[in-house]
């Protein structure tokens, strides 16, 4: 991937183009070299080997007992790979690489010349938000447009952001739904964390994901519990409008034998359908 100096962004054609936005709040890590790819492949949760130039894919580093520690897009460009990482965890995340990088020809680099760029249409050298398929296409590059927060567009589509959502070494990466946007590679061998979130899998107790809701009025608050008459089954984890985030057990949803409301207000729930796959593969108690 090559910054074009005059558009300011990733790419590959000597054609100007109008500027996406820019994502305030991420910064770009860029890990290039022969062993670039092996490095990540052994340490993240994402199968970077497979990454195809042109391609994003998301991937979390996690702790040893299977919790993320920070998440990120990953975007291919031959050795080179670049990470688009909340700004609060990029210095983090750059330290924990430069130390598992040990004697990987690798060169890890904060570039803080870099903006995280989106845009609902396809731009040059953009790819597809696998967390926001076919509304939000990401890039990165040297400036963009403006700077505009995709909070509203991910609250509506019930994704989970890190910082918003969710903070480090609080959550599974199937709470937050990084597996169903291909940011768990399961068969490619180990990672940190791998042997607790790969348990979770083969047994079958996957039970907490994060959905959207809806509501009538305005969303209750982060924090607010969800219930199915007396019983809790999730809380809301951010708002936007009309729409929510809700961290959810699966189990008591579908055992749930009323409603569910947050604060008062029923809340319309959507639950892919494979999510309720996976809690068909728990072991019955």
């Given at each position: 991937m090559a910054s074009d100096g005059r558009n300011g962004y990733i790419d590959g054609m000597n054609q100007p183009a109008p500027l996406p936005f820019a994502l305030p709040d991420r910064q770009i890590i860029s890990v290039g070299g022969p062993d670039a790819r092996d490095l990540l492949q052994r340490v993240i949760t994402?199968?970077?080997?497979?990454?195809?130039?042109?391609?994003?894919?998301p991937g979390a580093l996690l702790t040893p007992q299977g919790k993320i520690l920070v998440d990120f897009l990953i975007f291919a460009d031959g050795e080179t790979l670049w990470l688009d990482v909340p700004a609060n965890a990029a210095e983090g995340l750059l330290k924990r690489l430069t130390l598992f990088k040990l004697r990987a020809k690798a060169?890890?680099?904060?570039?803080?010349?870099?903006?995280?760029?989106?845009?609902?249409?396809?731009?040059?050298?953009?790819?597809?938000?696998?967390?926001?398929?076919?509304?939000?296409?990401?890039?990165?590059?040297?400036?963009?447009?403006?700077?505009?927060p995709l909070d509203t567009l991910e609250i509506q589509a019930g994704a989970p952001a890190f910082g918003r959502?969710?903070?480090?070494?609080?959550?599974?990466?199937?709470?937050?739904?990084?597996?169903?946007?291909?940011?768990?590679?399961?068969k490619k061998g180990c990672f940190i964390g791998q042997e607790v979130v790969s348990r979770m899998k083969r047994r079958g107790t996957i039970r907490k994901r994060s959905l959207p809701a809806t509501f009538a009025a305005e969303a209750p608050p982060p924090g607010t519990a969800v219930m199915a008459g007396p019983t809790t089954v999730g809380a809301i984890s951010s708002a936007s409008g009309h729409h929510a985030v809700i961290l959810a057990r699966l189990d008591r949803l579908r055992a749930a034998?009323?409603?569910?409301?947050?604060?008062?207000?029923?809340?319309a729930i959507i639950v892919p359908d494979e999510f309720w796959a996976d809690l068909e593969a728990a072991p019955k108690v």
């Open positions: 994402a199968d970077v080997v497979s990454l195809e130039d042109g391609q994003c894919r060169e890890i680099i904060l570039n803080t010349g870099m903006r995280a760029l989106w845009s609902t249409t396809p731009f040059p050298g953009s790819a597809e938000d696998p967390r926001l398929a076919g509304r939000v296409h990401r890039g990165i590059g040297a400036r963009g447009s403006e700077d505009r959502d969710y903070g480090e070494a609080d959550v599974f990466p199937t709470d937050v739904n990084l597996d169903a946007y291909g940011g768990v590679g399961w034998e009323h409603y569910c409301e947050a604060d008062g207000q029923e809340a």
